[in-house]
């Protein structure tokens, strides 16, 4: 990708840009479709669901200072936080609204898909950098920023040339199942049908070296990566930890584990599927059981709910981390009910496809 002819254009030339609505955001309802976007970095903006009539009835700050529903709810746009975890950006197909501390995006000209939103969605992360320590992106500072853009011939944003990049170049390189999402060759259905309910107050602790081998990742540094297709996993918290692909192969760990950051983003845990390098800030978590996808799922779950307890620079590190404890179901004999946890991941929605 050649970047040298491309054109800087301020936002408000390239965006009509709305303005998110509550301070304080509406009552959540578990069974609402309408998403509230908030200003975080994970899960495309989502910090929990509500429904039209909630969202109708509250006001800016929860006591007054209401506004028209079409002024809280937005569409096919770009969801980007100006607040906060400042300068994530999401494309939001469908009806959402949002906390004063996003702002919704709408591209002038055109009807926005989700690969001109993708593309558009990266280029708008990668100045990030320019709002760190603090820095907010409030909307006085938005209209004019900068975005630096392909261009036709005359000058104007190549939004051809962005989705045939992002359908004929990107796509392709995704894993099977990443692909899968954007052909809409996916399942919303549970491998069972089995209403599994979760009842924790009968679950019991165990420590994390009485379940797991623990053994810390290996630093490599960028001078000394080879380019390869061996994945690097370094201590993020998205991507399953993926943050290169090498051709180093002198310190790989085995497949079926978990990795889990200890330092930087701390407790994030991904299950990998085959050999890895880990970088010095990720432990990685030999089973000392029978280890698949449902049951890494439901433990990953459980590990990332720990993360509180390491937060303010306190380092998960692996003296500590062996002495951890994690809550499990536990069958009559009090062992880890491994089968319950593999069949409740399967019984729910979207299972068909992990």
Known sequence: MDTGKWKWFRYDEVFEIKHGFYNKKPEDNPNGDIPFIGATDSNNGITSHSDLDTIDATTKTG????????????????AVTNNGSVGYAYYQKKPFTCTHDVNPLYVKG???NPYVALFLCTLIEKERFRWAYGRKWRPIR???SLIKLPVTTDGTPDWKYMEK???ETIIPKLPRKAQNIWLKKYETDSINNDDIQLNTDEWHWFKWKDLFDIKKGKRLTKEDMIVG???YIGAIDSNNGLSALIGNNMHLHKGNTISVSYNGSIGYAFYQDQEFWATDDVNVLYPKFTLNQY?????CTLIEKEQYRFCYGRKWDLEM???SRLK????????PDWKFMEDYIKSLPYSKNI
């Open 63 to 78: 006591d007054g200072n209401n506004a028209p529903l079409c002024e809280k709810i937005f569409d096919n746009c770009i």
């Open 110 to 112: 055109i009807e926005l």
């Open 142 to 144: 938005m209209p004019s």
């Open 165 to 167: 990049y992002i359908k």
């Open 229 to 231: 297709d061996i994945r």
């Open 295 to 299: 049951i890494a799922l439901f433990i």
């Open 321 to 323: 981390m062996k002495d």
């Open 328 to 335: 499990l179901p536990v069958t009559t004999a009090g062992t």
